[in-house]
């Protein structure tokens, strides 16, 4: 007996693989067992979910419809054939037939055998119908535990992460208020009070565009941008919050880089993936930023001599909310969405992005793109 | 910000940037007052503030809790540990924050870690 391991719901799968077996009891006249087998119909493709019979059964297919004529004509008419090689029963689907048995070898079925194998559809019908409304419910679950925790960890960024530059800027902002900051310092004041609002700002967007990613997708908004053009932005966008060790070092073809995308979406990549070159290189040093582009794809890479991190493990670093937290980098903040947006940002663009790193020595993001 | 308003008050600040230079610092400067972050690069600030009670160089220095954090489980623990107050950033703007050590001390030197 065989059945098939992706029907997650025991109950109905069991109940699918009893009715198989009984069906291969309908025994040919010369008293053998038969091989059946039960196919489930999905988009012209047959695939096995249950097997049967005196051999150690092994599931067959999947087929295409078209590749069996015998099957092919009783999910066409909705009635048994009977082509002298197998007997084939439809079972009743959502709308329409939804598979079928097929019991082997010749000899047909007698009236009695008929009108139980008729039965038997029904049954197999009854659990398949079965095992998809539980399919269903799984997938609904685990969706309402994904925006559970969605919920959850958005409470525990604006607890945290919102919090922060908001206190910055409410203490810059109250003693600008009162007068009690030396007037040498009203420019730093102001400064930090800008940078901490873009911080807010970039924060409140990451978890909006995560929430809508999560609930309704992302909808690119395409149209021809010149790829140079947003890395520079983006780099501008940028600048005030490197430290004074920090700088920028821009390398790229001089041409513009054509390509049809989302402006304002790859420029949210970019960012997020400059800040957080710039969080996780806390001494300081170089952030390379390299351009480069064939007839097919263009390669964006942001590079930092950062701490870096352990290259098994960098592949967590795109899951949403994964954030590798060391004693080293506990003091760091971070919501883990920015290197999630940015590569579900780079994916909705065909493209992708991967890491490269190896503790000390910094990491090296690598984004690929296709061109139109 | 907090330490430009402390300094503007006339308090004198150092600053430790994490909790081994904090821990550092405390000993070295004896300070008349400590403002201690929760969320610290190597130790987290519970364990700066234990060793700083363990330690009977220290023990006697006042420590005010100043953290992003506001959870009611982690303010029970800081005031366990020995911490005068716990303030949260986001509620406490500078002004508030040289009047929390005036409160205890009146206007003298202080480092925070």
């Known amino acids: 007996m065989w059945a098939d391991p992706t029907v997650t719901d025991g109950a109905s799968n069991n109940l699918i693989l009893e009715a198989v077996r009984l069906a ?34 092994q599931p067959r297919g999947p087929y295409r419809t078209s590749e069996q004529a015998a099957f092919d004509r009783a999910i066409t008419t909705g009635e048994v054939v009977d082509d002298d090689a197998h007997v084939v029963v439809p079972v009743a689907g959502e709308a329409g037939v939804g598979g079928i048995i097929v019991i082997e070898g010749t000899g047909g079925l007698d009236e009695g055998q008929r009108t139980a ?11 398949m119908r079965q095992a998809a409304t539980v399919t269903e419910l799984q997938l609904e679950a685990e969706r309402s535990r994904r925006l559970e925790r969605l919920k959850s960890e958005f409470l525990n960024i604006a607890a945290h992460e919102l919090r922060s530059p908001l206190g910055i800027i409410r203490g810059y902002a109250s003693m600008l208020g009162d007068g009690t900051l030396p007037g040498a310092d009203n420019g730093l004041a102001l400064s930090r009070i800008s940078e901490k609002t873009d911080e807010m700002a970039r924060l409140i967007s990451d978890m909006l565009e995560t929430a809508r990613l999560e609930t309704l997708g992302l909808e690119l908004e395409l149209e021809p941008v010149d790829l140079l053009e947003i890395v520079d932005n983006a780099v501008l966008a940028m600048r005030p919050l490197m430290g004074p060790s920090h700088h920028f070092a821009l390398a790229s073809t001089r ?71 060391t004693p080293e980098t506990s003091h760091i903040r971070g919501t883990g969405l920015g290197l999630y947006l940015a590569r579900e940002i780079a994916r909705l663009h065909g493209g992708d992005i991967s890491v490269r790193s190896n503790p000390d020595s910094g990491s090296t993001f690598v984004v690929t793109l296709p061109l139109a | 910000m907090y330490r430009l308003r402390l300094v503007a008050d006339g308090y004198s600040v150092v600053i430790g940037h994490d909790g081994r230079e904090g821990l550092r610092l405390a000993t070295d400067e004896a300070p008349d007052f400590i403002y201690l972050d929760l969320r610290l690069p190597g ?45 949260v950033k986001a509620d406490t703007n500078p002004a508030q924050l040289s009047e929390s050590v005036e409160r205890s001390i009146g206007p003298r030197a202080l480092p925070s870690v």
């Not at chain 1, 710039?278 to 351009?291: D, L, N, Q, R, W």
């Not at chain 2, 005010?64 to 800081?78: F, Q, W």
């Not at chain 2, 540990?81 to 716990?86: I, P, Q, S, T, V």
């Open chain 1, 255 to 325: 041409d513009d880089i054509a390509a049809v995308a989302d402006k304002r979406r790859l420029t949210t990549m970019l960012t997020n993936l400059i800040d957080n070159a710039i969080k996780y290189s806390p001494a300081g040093g170089e952030i390379e930023i390299s351009c480069e582009h064939d007839d097919r794809e263009a390669t964006i890479l942001v590079r930092d001599h950062g701490i870096g991190i352990n290259s098994e493990q960098a592949h967590l670093l795109f899951t949403r909310f994964g954030r590798l937290v």
């Open chain 1, 24 to 57: 291969s009891r309908l025994t040919s006249a010369d008293g053998q067992v038969r091989e059946a087998s039960c196919f489930a119909l999905h988009s012209d493709v047959l695939t096995c979910i249950a097997a049967s019979g005196p051999a150690e059964t």
């Open chain 1, 117 to 127: 194998l008729a039965a038997i559809a029904r049954i197999v019908s009854l659990g």
């Open chain 2, 43 to 87: 130790l987290d600030g519970f364990e700066v503030l234990e060793r700083l009670r363990g330690d009977a160089a220290t023990r006697h220095i006042p420590v005010i809790i100043l953290s992003n954090y506001g959870e009611p489980e982690l303010r029970e623990r800081g005031l366990r540990l020995g911490a005068l107050e716990f303030l």
